[in-house]
């Protein structure tokens, strides 16, 4: 925990297993309900919860085991360990996306080959092995293809909570299962193929927010590259390399050609040009004296320049733009209010629509066959 401001405390989390909107309000309102909590806001871009907090007996632990409890995992938010994370998450989107879209494009040739032989002359025996083929390729490729969403509906249901994936899963395992009885019992439809192609569809979806995200990610990333690890602080007449973190308001440092200005300072002594392009937005090199101001995270060009630091340890102008980044990022309008609400009654409406749905076939004389097959088609 570091100091926000204010007399309060405040830590960022790393939270894993987000798979919706939904999620958004679940977690945030799970964590301001815990005594001394301020400020508990999510970033769904880079998966970080930033929580706030004034009660001096609160234990940053509290927040971990609340995320647990309504079936999510916490850690402590470290950038690299972030961008491994979000890499590996990657690759697995893209393996799964690779087998679903092999596996749906090979069931939808057998599909094809049944559809047109039912309404010509293929035999029973011929579209029996069709289907069985079919399911050959199907059930793996689900269970594999599949896991991002199984995961994430097991933890949620282990946590005795619904989000968008439960229902996704739900519906899928039971068209898979649908249709392995539906083949049992010599059939005409089976339904790999619509299993299949659903997973596969939403896998794009997914994966291209993955990719999306990321980008986003390494935008702020290169933001907060700007500032740079070390600087050369003197202390009296000698030279000392120490982190840009431990400078503090009053230091001389000394900015070499060719690197970035560490803090905001005024110049003390040198003269240079600094190119401020990536902190203001103005292309043309400013010319900087004894007097000049200049900011963190500018290029220093020619001239050695000797700064007195006036703002650093987070008050810089670059961080203050970082804040106000992560703000925008984490803010929402009223459009996403509304989504998120809407997600939070999503799955349980499309489960009882689902079931209302079997009921009234069975009650307008339908076969129980007919209902379930009614209901798996909502959900689908």
């Given at each position: 925990a570091k100091p926000a401001g204010d007399g309060t405390l405040a830590m960022d989390v790393a939270v894993d297993g987000i798979a919706c909107g939904a999620c958004i309000g679940r977690i945030e309102g799970a964590v301001k309900r815990l005594p001394g909590v301020t400020e508990a806001r999510l970033n769904y871009t880079n998966r970080r919860l930033h929580v706030a907090w004034t009660d001096q007996v609160f234990k940053p632990a509290q927040i971990l085991q609340t995320l647990e409890s309504i079936g999510y995992r916490g850690h402590p938010f470290i950038p690299l360990r972030a961008e491994q994370e979000e890499a590996a998450e990657a690759r697995r989107l893209t393996r799964c996306l690779a087998v679903a879209g092999f596996a749906a494009m090979n069931i939808m040739l057998l599909s094809v080959s049944v559809w047109s032989g039912n309404v010509t002359d293929i035999t029973p025996e011929t579209r029996d092995f069709f289907h069985w083929a079919s399911a050959l390729i199907a059930l793996p490729a689900a269970a594999y293809a599949g896991r991002p969403f199984f995961e994430s509906a097991w933890q949620a249901l282990r946590a005795r909570s619904l989000n968008m994936n439960v229902p996704i899963s739900l519906g899928v395992s039971l068209a898979l299962g649908m249709s392995v009885v539906e083949t049992a019992n010599h059939a005409e439809h089976a339904y790999y193929d619509s299993a299949l192609m659903l997973l596969f569809f939403l896998l794009v979806g997914r994966t291209l927010d993955h990719a999306m995200r990321r980008k986003t990610r390494a935008i702020a990333g290169n933001l907060a590259a700007l500032k740079g690890d070390t600087a050369h602080r003197l202390v009296g007449d000698e030279l000392v390399s120490v982190p840009v973190a431990a400078l503090k308001a009053g230091d001389r440092v000394l900015v070499k050609a060719g690197e970035r200005?560490?803090?905001?300072?005024?110049?003390?002594?040198?003269?240079?040009?600094?190119?401020?392009?990536?902190?203001?937005?103005?292309?043309?090199?400013?010319?900087?004296?004894?007097?000049?101001?200049?900011?963190?995270?500018?290029?220093?060009?020619?001239?050695?320049?000797?700064?007195?630091?006036?703002?650093?340890?987070?008050?810089?102008?670059?961080?203050?733009?970082?804040?106000?980044?992560?703000?925008?990022?984490?803010?929402?309008s009223r459009a996403l209010r509304l989504a998120d609400r809407a997600a939070r009654v999503y799955a349980p409406m499309v489960h009882l629509t689902a079931a209302l749905t079997a009921a009234a076939w069975l009650i307008a004389g339908a076969s129980v066959h007919d209902a379930v097959v009614t209901a798996i088609a909502v959900l689908i």
């Open positions: 200005v560490p803090a905001d300072a005024v110049v003390q002594a040198g003269a240079s040009e600094l190119d401020e392009s990536l902190i203001t937005g103005e292309t043309a090199r400013r010319k900087v004296a004894a007097g000049a101001t200049v900011y963190a995270g500018s290029n220093n060009y020619f001239g050695a320049l000797t700064l007195q630091v006036t703002a650093a340890g987070g008050t810089a102008l670059i961080d203050e733009i970082d804040k106000l980044l992560d703000r925008a990022a984490s803010a929402k």
